[in-house]
């Protein structure tokens, strides 16, 4: 793609870089045969290809709308163009790049600022949100059937015991995921600990920064990609073999981090350390000796979700449900795997119709076989399907815990 970029523009960094990406797309379309929105409303300027677009237009200086902050807005980001695309275009770090130019030339209405500052300052703080949710149970009696499925039950929890080994991992315990889905790292650590690996976690960590960084707040998320190195590193350099993430989506942002601060000279070197040691759950288990582990095979029939962070951002699609079978599930075909359920995190907050569309056909699929449960890799996922859900809905590391004896 021929490109002529604004020269305020295509000297700086982030310019050079949409340039980049921008001339390696051909126009070929395969995008638009995998994008879940394109396929949701036939509007060419809700593909990839047609978002490319807008973003070419407003880096050539051509006029912004409320229509090109819409059409960006609606993307997902769940990069499922990205698996499909034969040019290898980067469009997950091109649609970053336009929608920070956006916000940048058109102001939102008020309730929309409000909507993106709330969940900037409350989701990736996991004491606030909590209590945020606490607030929520007290008046979910009153509350519409609709919304009353959104709330999520704070669940209890047992302190995790942690038995010293020789191998030694940090795991990352997130901020919406410590406070709904907490059993998962506790799974996580369980498994781990019969490995004769030890488990831990470093207090001061918090937030990947992906929220921050998804509603286009990119200094606000470096400043939890730092704070998170510096946390971490400490461990590092005590030997940490690998930082354990059990929400896939959080995995992307953290394997992200030596891009995202290349340009960084105080944090450039240990980013890409930090970068290079980031491992999902199913990364970390498919690469032990598993025979050690006594379980007792399971007999139920899973469902396996695979968030669109684990296929299309980090390019583990399959890991699972090998893992799932050899601890003796039995995984039933997906229609449609490959696209988006509706979390994409904000997203079902920020896009609720089209989020519920996405979820409806998803639960279609998944549920088609008659399986009893759905399994899945991500906290959002989770907590998006089960708000609809027939049957239950668990992190996939959970139920091979289950089987250990």
């Given at each position: ?6 020269a305020?523009?295509?000297s700086t ?9 921008l001339?390696a797309?051909?126009?070929?379309g ?21 978002r490319?677009y807008?973003?070419?237009q407003m880096l050539?200086?051509?006029q ?7 059409h ?6 769940c990069?499922?163009c990205?698996?499909t695309?034969?040019?290898?275009v980067?469009?997950?770090k ?12 058109i ?5 929309e600022?409000?909507?993106r500052f709330?969940?900037r ?6 004491s606030r949100?909590r ?8 008046f979910?009696p ?6 009353k ?9 047992s ?8 191998r ?6 997130g ?9 998962t ?7 781990l600990?019969?490995?004769g ?5 470093a ?8 929220v ?21 590193w ?6 940490a ?6 929400a896939?989506?959080?995995g992307?942002?953290?394997?992200d981090?030596?891009?995202l ?27 032990e ?7 007792t ?6 469902a396996?979700?695979?968030?669109c962070?684990?296929q ?10 090998k ?9 039933v ?5 490959h696209?988006?359920?509706g979390?994409a995190g ?13 979820l409806d056909?998803?639960l279609?699929?998944?549920?088609r ?6 399994a ?6 989770q ?5 609809k ?8 590391v ?5 089987t250990?004896?």
């Amino acid at each position: 793609m021929q490109t002529r970029l604004l020269a305020e523009i295509s000297s700086t960094p982030q310019g050079q870089e949409a340039d980049r990406i921008l001339r390696a797309c051909v126009h070929c379309g395969f995008c638009t045969a995998t994008c879940p929105t394109y396929q949701l409303l036939g509007d060419e300027l809700d593909s990839p290809r047609g978002r490319i677009y807008l973003i070419k237009q407003m880096l050539e200086g051509n006029q912004v709308s409320r229509k090109t902050m819409l059409h960006l807005d609606r993307c997902l980001t769940c990069r499922a163009c990205e698996t499909t695309c034969p040019s290898g275009v980067q469009y997950g770090k091109l649609i970053d790049i336009g929608r920070d130019i956006a916000e940048h030339h058109i102001s939102r209405r008020f309730v929309e600022k409000i909507t993106r500052f709330g969940l900037r300052i409350l989701v990736p703080y996991p004491s606030r949100f909590r209590a945020l949710l606490r607030l929520a149970g007290l008046f979910k009696p009153l509350m519409p059937r609709t919304l009353k499925q959104k709330v999520p039950v704070i669940p209890t929890t047992s302190p995790r015991s942690t038995t010293p080994h020789p191998r030694r991992m940090l795991i990352l315990e997130g901020c919406a995921q410590s406070v709904t889905t907490p059993r998962t790292n506790e799974a996580a650590a369980r498994t781990l600990d019969k490995l004769g690996i030890e488990v831990i976690s470093a207090p001061s960590a918090g937030c990947c920064g992906a929220v921050s960084q998804h509603l286009s707040a990119h200094e606000e998320a470096l400043e939890f990609v730092r704070r998170n190195i510096d946390a971490w590193w400490p461990y590092v350099e005590q030997g940490a073999e690998a930082i354990i993430i059990t929400a896939s989506g959080c995995g992307v942002m953290v394997k992200d981090y030596g891009e995202l601060l290349k340009h960084d000279p105080v944090y450039s070197s240990k980013a890409q350390r930090i970068a290079s040691l980031a491992r999902d759950i199913s990364e970390i288990l498919a690469a032990e000796n598993l025979v050690a582990l006594r379980h007792t095979p399971a007999r139920k029939v899973v469902a396996f979700h695979c968030p669109c962070t684990l296929q299309h951002g980090q390019k583990l699609n399959g890991a699972v449900e090998k893992l799932l079978q050899e601890f003796g599930y039995t995984t039933v075909p997906v229609a449609d795997s490959h696209l988006c359920c509706g979390s994409a995190g904000t997203y079902s907050v920020l896009q609720p119709d089209l989020a519920q569309q996405l979820l409806d056909n998803k639960l279609a699929a998944l549920q088609r076989e008659t399986p009893e449960l759905i399994a899945t890799a991500n906290v959002g996922c989770q907590m998006h399907l089960a708000t609809k859900a027939k049957i239950p809905v668990q992190h996939w590391v959970e139920l091979i815990n289950e089987t250990l004896t």
